[in-house]
């Protein structure tokens, strides 16, 4: 069974904190590895795909990486609108997404 | 480009009534996909569409369903309300992400449904 990881479930972090959000997986086939950005009471806001082990992607403050276990989601001098929840998901085959249960992101000024 | 849009954004229903929810996908998605979200599970499937057929299921009851019409627009019904059906409901449109085989999918706001 396709499973996804997310670690720590909750960071806070001072306003400069540079720090990296964990998400390990175990598929078969892995066809994409996707980040999204949750607020809370809205729906999940894209950011990222990765397809291939090595690969890497950035935007603003924050900088997604893939091995083949795992994928990191750093994010570099952190601001407050940051805060929010992040969650990993990954595609394999002709299944559907399965869904990390998130990490809670709160960046305090 | 328009968002996927879901209507209505908030329900109050008592159990055992039943309820539907609409979504309108981004203009040239094909596929459409409904999520159930609680604090306890996470993001939970419950299904997907694609030009009218149904892809993929989740391990939801019955009482759970859903269509897409020929517009690609879908709509998921619950009959029979109970009180832990009480979640955000979401939708997702997708698309084949440029230069591989992976579905990106786009939320929308989602429905926030809340059984009395």
């Known amino acids: 069974e396709d499973q996804v990881t997310q670690s720590p479930e909750a960071l806070r972090l001072q306003e400069g904190e540079s720090s990296s959000l964990n998400c390990s997986y175990t598929?078969?086939?892995?066809?994409?590895l996707f980040w999204y950005r949750q607020d809370p009471g809205k729906g999940p806001e894209f950011l990222f795909t990765?397809?291939?082990a090595g690969e890497e992607k950035e935007k603003e403050r924050l900088k997604a990486t893939l091995t083949k276990k795992e994928s990191f989601l750093h994010i570099t001098a952190p601001k407050p609108e940051d805060s929010a929840t992040y969650l990993c998901a990954v595609q394999a085959g002709n299944t559907p997404l399965v869904f990390g249960k998130g990490t809670r992101l709160s960046v305090i000024a | 480009k328009a968002g996927v849009t879901q209507t209505p954004r908030y329900l109050i229903k008592t159990r055992g009534q039943q309820v539907t929810l609409s979504c309108s996908p981004i203009s040239g998605h094909r596929s459409v996909s409904w999520y159930q979200q609680t604090p306890g599970q996470g993001l939970q499937f419950l299904f997907e569409y694609f030009s009218e057929t149904q892809r993929n299921k989740g391990n939801f009851p019955g009482r759970f369903s859903g269509r897409q019409f020929s517009n690609s627009r879908s709509e998921m019904n619950v009959s029979t309300l109970e009180l832990g059906d009480s979640a955000l409901y979401l939708c997702a449109s997708s698309i084949l992400g440029s230069g591989s085989n992976a579905y990106e999918q786009y939320f929308g706001p989602g429905t926030r449904l809340t059984v009395t």
């Open positions: 598929v078969s086939g892995l066809r994409g």
């Open positions: 990765l397809y291939s």
